[in-house]
């Protein structure tokens, strides 16, 4: 396992070694800008067919819209709802082989209740009964059994209070019980593709940003000369003469150093920043809020709530439990030309939040209750339709006049097809020699049988952030003991787990620890008693060097 964990590592090392080497003139088959869901998906794509990759981003991994999600792996519902049968068993497969094939350690069964209040008309009723049967059939038709995500099911009043307690009795008719896939964390799926695409080869390279794009005339390995810090001699690492490499201006931000990185095809995955290199693409982006809330306003249930919007066809509010004693509760589709690195949710959304899932509590939630709160983009593909929240979730494959392949849409669900139709589409437009797309049967790092994972020597939240890496988490506390306390008194993370994350997951500062391999920074009060822990793991870096 230890040679496993070497090559899927991140490390700064790393980093400074594969960047010198593509500045220095190397040629890759293809070069990945974006590091989020669909971005990282791509590295592993082509990385696992064989093809030589390299990923900018710059910032962080999962910076963007990726670590904003609900998180959730869902089977598709929702499209089933606007007659979109073809998206809704796309995610339903994808469910599937997240669920059982890539990433069980990642993603677990999660129970919904819809509870009938009476605000829910028996119409109403009976039609989001009769699409939960439609979402079943999904079920059974991709083959994820009953025994993983369990049919619905109507409860009784006292069994619907039985498994959410907060909720309000009276008028209570009962409930609708359904079964939908949960992410421990999509900010940690994003890491985790990273590094088994890494363990493919894959360069990954955050704080790497973009500046420019440009094609050189001819072709073959040694067409163009193009400027920037490199020797000025053009290294093929990849198979197939196709069209010139194309060259991307780039700034290494940790040094301020410019380079020129050249590749066989890119890969545009930036999301909402998109038209920066694919002018040609128009996108109705829109904010998606959710509050962070203690679990025990909800009486501490391990099971989410479904609450229709009032007024909105189609659209629920959602409650979910994140098992470490916080609950999300989202989500809003708010149309926005305002494309900001960290979205701010506005009063209204907060507001109506609140009021909607108050609406069937016994005690209501106020402002006084929020512990935090975040918001996201979608980068939404523009349409007819006159509401971001009708437009599609589709994805599409856009290749502009400068070579530059675009991915964009799709939902976090989808990623691996949206990866595997932008790496086809590469590989076609430069005719790269590549061999057929494996992440559909590929374990993601630290994948494995529910049963195995069942038997992992770890504590149990371990295995659910690492799976079967969790021991070698616990192993960086053997000869100190200190790293296995928690970060800050009421979080569970441990020391440990920002070491790790120094050591092998390619965090670079105190962001990268406490925003996206972590979460500790969702609760701003959190955030700051663990500075200090996230400090001292970075220094443990330079004294324990791999």
């Not at 589409?425 to 790269?432: G, I, K, N």
Request: with cysteine; glycine share 12%.
């Amino acid at each position: 396992m230890t040679g496993h964990l070497e090559r899927a590592s991140l490390t700064a090392e790393r980093r400074t070694r594969e960047l010198a080497e593509l500045a220095g003139g190397e040629v890759v088959d293809l070069l990945v800008v974006g590091g989020g869901v669909t971005g990282v998906g791509v590295a592993l794509d082509a990385a696992s067919r064989g093809l030589s990759v390299a990923l900018v981003e710059a910032r962080d991994l999962a910076f963007g819209t990726s670590r904003w999600s609900s998180k959730l792996v869902h089977g598709g519902l929702r499209y089933l709802a606007s007659g979109d049968l073809r998206l809704a068993r796309e995610s339903a497969a994808e469910r599937e082989i997240l669920m059982r094939r890539t990433a069980p350690h990642l993603v677990h069964p999660l129970p919904i209740v819809l509870p009938l209040t009476p605000d829910v008309p028996a119409t109403s009723a009976l039609v989001t009964r009769a699409g939960l049967g439609f979402g079943d059939l999904l079920r059974r038709g991709v083959r994820t059994p009953s025994t993983v995500l369990p049919p619905p099911r109507r409860l009784s009043a006292v069994e619907t209070l039985g498994m959410v307690p907060g909720l309000r009795e009276a008028g209570l008719r009962g409930g609708l019980l359904y079964w939908d896939g949960q992410l421990v964390d999509d900010a940690r799926l994003v890491v985790t593709i990273a590094r088994t695409a890494a363990a493919f080869g894959a360069r990954i390279l955050t704080r790497v940003r973009v500046l420019a794009v440009r094609h050189d005339a001819g072709t073959g390995p040694d067409a163009g000369t193009g400027t920037g810090t490199g020797t000025g001699t053009d290294v093929y690492s990849g198979g197939g003469l196709g069209p010139a490499p194309i060259t991307v201006q780039a700034l290494d931000t940790l040094t301020g150093r410019h380079c020129r990185l050249r590749a066989r095809a890119v890969v545009n995955a930036t999301g909402v920043w998109a038209p920066g290199l694919a002018p040609e693409i128009r996108l109705r982006p829109s904010r998606g809020t959710h509050l962070v809330l203690p679990a025990a306003v909800f009486g501490g249930t391990p099971t989410a709530l479904s609450v229709p919007i009032p007024g909105e066809r189609n659209r629920y509010a959602l409650v979910l439990p994140q098992g470490d004693g916080r609950v999300y509760v989202g989500l809003t589709d708010v149309p926005t030309d305002e494309v900001t690195e960290q979205p701010v949710p506005d009063h209204q959304e907060i507001t109506q939040l609140l009021n909607v899932v108050s609406g069937v509590l016994a005690t209501p939630v106020d402002r006084a209750d929020l512990l935090g709160v975040f918001a996201g983009l979608r980068p939404l593909l523009d349409g007819p339709d006159g509401r971001t929240a009708d437009l599609s979730r589709r994805h599409t494959v856009h290749v502009g006049s400068n070579r530059v392949i675009t991915i964009v849409g799709g939902k976090l669900t989808t990623y691996r097809r949206m990866a595997e139709d932008a790496v086809d589409a590469a590989v076609a437009q430069a005719s790269l020699d590549a061999g057929p797309c494996r992440t559909g049967r590929l374990p993601l790092v630290g994948a494995a049988s529910r049963r195995t994972l069942a038997t992992v020597p770890a504590p149990r939240r371990l295995v659910a952030r690492y799976g079967t890496q969790a021991p070698a988490v616990l192993e960086l506390a053997r000869h100190d003991p200190r790293l296995l306390e928690p970060v800050t008194a009421g979080v569970d993370v441990t020391r440990a787990e920002l070491v790790f994350a120094v050591l092998h997951e390619g965090a670079l500062d105190e962001g990268d620890l406490l925003d996206r391999r972590t979460r500790i920074g969702l609760v701003p009060a959190d955030r700051a008693a663990a500075l200090d822990a996230a400090r001292d793991a970075l220094s443990y870096r330079a004294a324990h060097t791999l």
